[in-house]
Nanobody, 117 residues
Framework: QVQLVESGGGLVQPGGSLRLSCAASGFTSSINAMGWYRQAPGKQRELVAAITSNGRINYADSVKGRFTISRDNAKNTVYLQMNSLKPEDTAVYYC???????????WGQGTLVTVSS
């Protein structure tokens, strides 16, 4: 029904920047909020940022002031601009979409972000 494809991950030095993209396809009109989660090795997946179709935004405390989430409804794409990256930001980042009338969300395949010197 809804497919999510992430891109933009890579290796960055501490203090650097990276921009992630998530393109949605399929029945995109069923999407409510979209967001980004991340999961580091041996740790649980955690919410990084979320944005509704009307532009309401929430951030995790650990990324406030450094990350910016945005959404282009015409392109069915959500972005995550990551600045002032820290080693603790290293994780696989997953795109997420909350779907209307569905219990389960849609998830992307993940893109790896590594912050290291």
């Amino acid at each position: 029904q809804v497919q999510l494809v992430e891109s933009g991950g890579g290796l960055v030095q501490p203090g650097g920047s990276l921009r992630l993209s998530c393109a949605a396809s399929g029945f995109t009109s069923s999407i409510n909020a979209m967001g980004w989660y991340r999961q580091a090795p041996g740790k649980q997946r955690e919410l990084v940022a979320a944005i509704t179709s009307n532009g309401r935004i929430n951030y995790a405390d650990s990324v406030k002031g450094r990350f910016t989430i945005s959404r282009d409804n015409a392109k069915n794409t959500v972005y995550l601009q990551m600045n002032s990256l820290k080693p603790e930001d290293t994780a696989v980042y997953y795109c997420n979409a909350d779907l209307r009338f569905m219990v389960q969300d849609a998830w992307g395949q993940g893109t790896l972000v590594t912050v290291s010197s």
